[in-house]
């Protein structure tokens, strides 16, 4: 912004910073600071996100309304996601969607999850759990490979097998069976993350530094 006489040192951040030390060396640099994708009521400085846990807890109960009752989990290993995951397998036990052990399957990729680790972990997981009738993927290219490896196996989607991705990318409306996910609109996420560093550049008060944009539901064919 050409009135805020640049250049300025700011800082935006994916997930939540968590290291204590870090948090303090942070704060007394007077840095202005943006958490993204996550949520804290106790931010090192301004946050925009979701809840992960929130999320995960709404896909188990959508899954639930629609009749599925083993479901299982097929997710990267990073710290939100595995937030998510135990958010969702809570729920799902308190629903009764856990398999005869009292578990929910969780089959765990690398990060980034890839469709490659997709297909590979329903395969997995179906060998393990061959009654599980729904999956939650930590992304919509892990739900990719899910999708597809089904198609090769010949397993009816939705029919014999509910798919859960998360993003909603461009491409997860145009998949067959068009991809049912969570939209985390990143759009309006980074709009809100810029003006709250103009306004704290500019010296104006900011009196909701943690702005919680939500998530929806984004119901398609393959649930």
Known sequence: HRDLHFPYTTLFRSGIMRSAQGRRRLQASAIPLVETWDLTPTPADMLVGFSHEDAGQAVAE???????????????SDERAQRRNHAFAQAAMRLDMHGPDGQVPLHTISAPGTAANGRVALRALLAAH????????????????????ARVLDIDVPGRLAVV?????PFAAELYPALTTVRIDGRAMGGIAA????????????????RDIGFTIVERDSA
Do not use: K
Request: proline share 4%.
């Open 62 to 76: 959508f899954l639930y309304q629609r009749g599925r009752r083993r479901v299982a989990v097929i997710s990267a």
């Open 130 to 149: 061959p009654d599980i009738d729904a999956v939650f993927c930590s992304s919509d290219m892990v739900a990719l490979g899910v999708l597809t490896e």
């Open 165 to 169: 991705g998360l993003g909603d990318h």
């Open 195 to 210: 003006n709250f560093l103009i306004d704290r550049i500019a010296g104006n008060h900011i009196p909701e530094v943690v």
